[in-house]
């Protein structure tokens, strides 16, 4: 009789639970359809800065909204594939620059699983067929500029993607314990391991010039979108290249922080939304960013507790911090962020897109009175 009791205890909470989530989702879906309304016939310009696969999974949403799309993409990476072919070949890491290519494409079912292709087994396990594609047309051109263009060109990609810089860098942490780490994918392993925090982040070399065309979008865009993605080795990179910060303040664009969902262990850990604004003021100086696109939803138990057992915690936002933000002069927008997959968490790349359009196009109808 108990277990009768407890089972349909269970089948009372999971359809609650159930209901529940179908009115968010509702909620969501009614709450996109307004602001695709209110979205007129101009496709503003949107500069995307960052890397990683919040950049990827954001731009895939973005591209259904405007083609005047530019992702500037960090080349710090020296993990996985990626740090590969950067050692052997001496290219600039393709990882995130592919996955900016593959999300901003427009090609068929079956090519799109062969780019995302990883080999299995003998020398090239773990490498993604895209990596080797994107290393042949550099092969090819013997400029990686170029076989990023090229590869953009073969996919007929919406909008377009430039790395950052040409240059070979590195991305070195200074820790609070003193100690120095090098290389993007030693960085988190080494934070945990020692038990400190991050206190700065800086290039090596420190005067890495950016593209032309990296600065010459950021100044010419209706709206800088910087993030989603890791703070300190996806984000930071871009910020840091010679140039790329000084364009920023000079745009008269909007300039939006996409806020993380969840902290990164041995990145941003106990970080909340302020805490990643003041990390981008102590590195960049004030006043970068004028407007924080935060998440106000509390993850359902389950999820949380898969990432809380690798030390992650959610990032939200309370009273105290946005009073500490607009006290700052930074407009908070707060939403439903989340979009939850086979229990991984990804931003909502359809629901942010449809807000930094919004956004973008309200500052330029201001401009226009």
């Not at 990683?52 to 990476?77: E, M």
């Not at 500029?145 to 919406?158: D, G, L, P």
């Not at 629901?351 to 196009?361: E, F, G």
Request: proline residues 4%.
């Amino acid at each position: 009789m108990t277990s009768v009791i407890i089972f349909i205890g269970l089948v009372g909470w999971i359809f609650s639970i159930s209901v529940v989530f179908l009115y968010l989702k509702e909620k969501k879906e009614n709450s996109n359809k307004t602001m695709k309304n209110n979205i007129k016939e101009e496709k503003p310009r949107v500069v995307v800065i960052g890397g990683g696969t919040g950049q990827s999974v954001f731009l895939r949403g973005l591209k259904h909204y405007t083609p005047n799309i530019t992702a500037v993409v960090t080349v710090a990476d020296d993990g996985g594939g990626s740090g590969v072919l950067r050692e052997d070949l001496g290219m600039l890491p393709p990882g995130d620059i592919r996955n900016c290519l593959l999300s901003l494409a427009n090609m068929e079912p079956t090519m799109d699983a062969v780019m995302k292709y990883r080999f299995t087994e003998g020398a090239l396990k773990g490498q993604s067929f895209g990596n080797l594609f994107l290393a042949a047309m550099n092969g090819v051109y013997g400029n990686f500029e170029t076989a990023v263009y090229k590869m953009s060109e073969v996919f007929a990609i919406t909008g377009r993607v430039l790395p950052v810089t040409l240059e070979d860098i590195n991305l070195i942490a200074n820790l609070d314990n003193g100690n120095i780490v090098k290389g993007e994918s030693n960085i988190p392993n080494q934070v945990r391991s020692q038990n400190t925090k991050i206190k700065s982040i800086e290039l090596e070399p420190k005067n890495a010039k950016p593209l032309d065309e990296v600065i010459k979008s950021i100044k010419n865009t209706d709206i800088i979108v910087i993030g989603p993605g890791s703070l300190y080795t996806s984000i930071m990179p871009n910020l840091l290249v010679d140039g790329v910060i000084d364009a920023i303040k000079e745009s008269k664009a909007p300039k939006v922080y996409i806020s993380n969902i969840m902290t990164q262990p041995g990145e941003t850990d106990n970080f909340n939304v302020v805490d990643h604004i003041n990390a981008i003021n102590k590195h960049c100086g004030k006043d970068i960013i004028d407007i924080v696109i935060t998440n106000n939803e509390v993850l359902p138990k389950p999820v949380f507790e898969i990432y809380n057992k690798d030390g992650a915690s959610q990032v939200l936002l309370d009273k105290k911090q946005k009073q500490t933000l607009e006290d700052m002069g930074i407009k908070v927008v707060e939403c439903n962020l989340v979009e939850i997959k086979s229990n991984y968490i990804r931003h909502d790349a359809d629901y942010i897109s449809n807000v930094v359009v919004n956004l973008a196009l309200s500052h330029i109808y201001d401009n226009e009175k």
